[in-house]
């Protein structure tokens, strides 16, 4: 479907879009008398594919909108993935807390849907089901020495930072002086500079109350002795996958300077003529850094940082090493690589050549991945995905996708927004076509009295308002804008159960 019938105002920004109702999409669901049911639908996930998804559904139909969320607080990767000290990023939770109390949508919290209840049983009970869970999985490395202490996703060192009740307990050992990241999108830089902000940089953002870091994890960063980050990728400068912002957030971070090898921009001032403007944008800002004499001020500003990170390219992990006592990592034996291919084609192959670097953290960030939630829905465990067709899963009417779960673990919360509000248009023109059931369904009532007889407690948002405020609440103890509950069972007792 062509993106050009999308309408975006020029002022506007991701956290306040506006879609104009079209006429094929205007009123969806207005096909039901005045004296039939309001369409029900059940969308499982409450990060932003979930809430744009419902957000589009709410806008453009009558329908009924239960979500369905494994963890007991909604708002998934912009409360759990989105970096501490980019709260601009988290208004969006503005928008979503507007969706969730709408009078025609609801949360249910501490469900876990493939085991407190299946996907059969929610399409049952709804007119329609969208499947909006995301990539809550990382890509393994699959190398030896992988298992040793001191090697970690980068998704669950950004759970342990951020909250993420599964990660609350990681404890990484920051005493080393080197860290490796493998991998170099926006999450390696962001795992980077969290990991090299000098502690009085972050003593500023908490009197700004701009940063909602566990107080777990600021206590182990006021304490790190890790100086040199090396951001490690398989592929060369034309093939990274950060963007030019996090980019410069690298290059400008107070106390660090930049290690890049001129010798590796060799060339690509013509390579990158012909490339699209922000990739373009993105290379002439690196070749600047690695290849231009700094100005007298910059200068000074890096022969006095005791900090410094850098980007290797051409090198593949092959083992990580490990300590004499064989306890713990030590270092990691990187493969050198060749390009080969064209364009999209361009793959990285082992010349034959190794190197070791030695470190005492290793962070992957070659990628996150979705699982399979129910033996009921196909999915792809190459792709990462489940198979579907604008939306539509494959061979499941009545059963739909959303965000990272339909296209894979790529983009940014605005492709995200766009993807979710396609397949909430999707649906509503089956909904119109007559291709899902006409019906009454009995939506959460069914639900919710499988999981009380399966001793499943909800968590409504009207409860998840009252942890908000014990958050706040404790964070202004600290000067913090919040300051997150980590424990489940905390989480219950405060709610009374």
């Not at 919710?448 to 014990?470: I, M, N, P, T, Y």
């Amino acid at each position: 479907m062509a993106l050009r019938c999308w309408r975006w105002w020029p002022w506007s920004s991701w956290t306040r879009t506006w879609l104009p109702p079209s006429r094929s999409t205007q009123n969806f669901g207005q096909h039901f008398s005045t004296q039939e049911q309001a369409p029900q639908i059940c969308v499982v996930g409450s990060g932003p594919a979930g809430f744009y998804t419902a957000q589009h559904l709410l806008k453009h139909s009558r329908a009924h909108v239960d979500i369905y969320e494994k963890q007991l607080v909604p708002f998934g990767l912009v409360r759990f993935g989105v970096a501490p000290d980019h709260p601009e990023v988290k208004n969006v939770i503005n928008t979503f807390t507007q969706t969730a109390r709408s009078d025609r949508c609801a949360f249910h919290g501490n469900v876990e849907v493939g085991k407190d209840v299946t996907v059969q049983e929610l399409r049952d009970a709804y007119h329609a089901v969208v499947l909006s869970y995301g990539a809550e999985d990382h890509q393994a490395l699959d190398i030896p020495g992988e298992e040793l202490p001191g090697v970690f996703s980068a998704r669950a060192f950004v759970g342990w930072y951020n909250g993420l009740p599964e990660n609350r307990e990681l404890a990484p050992d920051l005493s080393c002086d080197t860290a490796v990241i493998l991998g170099q999108g926006n999450v390696a830089l962001d795992v980077a500079r969290i990991l090299l902000t000098p502690p009085e940089h972050l003593e500023v953002l908490l009197l700004c109350q701009k940063t909602d870091i566990t107080e777990a994890a600021l206590g182990a960063l006021r304490q790190s002795r890790v100086k040199t980050v090396w951001i490690v990728g398989r592929r060369g400068p034309l093939q990274v996958a950060f963007t030019i912002k996090e980019l410069r957030e690298m290059i400008q971070l107070p106390g660090t300077r930049p290690m890049l090898d001129p010798a590796d921009f060799l060339g690509l001032q013509d390579r990158i003529k012909e490339a699209a403007r922000p990739r373009r944008r993105l290379m002439e800002l690196l070749l600047r850094t690695a290849t231009e004499k700094p100005g007298v001020e910059e200068a000074a500003r890096r022969a006095s940082a005791s900090r410094a990170w850098g980007l290797r390219f051409f090198r593949s992990p092959q083992q990580v090493l490990p300590s004499p006592d064989g306890q713990r990592a030590a270092g990691i034996r990187l493969a050198v690589t060749r390009l080969e291919g064209i364009g999209e084609a361009t793959r990285a192959v082992p010349t034959g050549d190794v190197e070791d670097l030695p470190c005492g953290l290793i962070l992957s960030s070659i990628g996150y991945k979705s699982r399979p939630i129910d033996p009921s829905v196909p999915f792809d465990p190459k792709l990462g995905v489940i198979p579907n067709m604008e939306g539509r899963v494959v061979d499941v009417p009545g059963l739909y996708c959303s965000g990272w779960v339909r296209r894979g673990p790529t983009g940014v919360i605005t492709t995200t927004m766009t993807d979710s509000f396609l397949t909430g248009q999707i649906l509503l023109q089956d909904l119109k076509a007559g291709l899902l059931p006409s019906g009454p369904r009995p939506g959460s009532a069914a639900i919710r009295a499988l999981l009380d007889s399966r001793g499943v407690w909800c968590v409504s948002f009207s409860d998840w308002e009252k942890l908000d405020a014990e958050e706040v609440s404790r964070g202004q103890a600290s000067g913090k804008p919040r300051e997150k509950l980590l424990d489940p069972q905390e989480m219950l007792r405060l709610l009374g159960h």
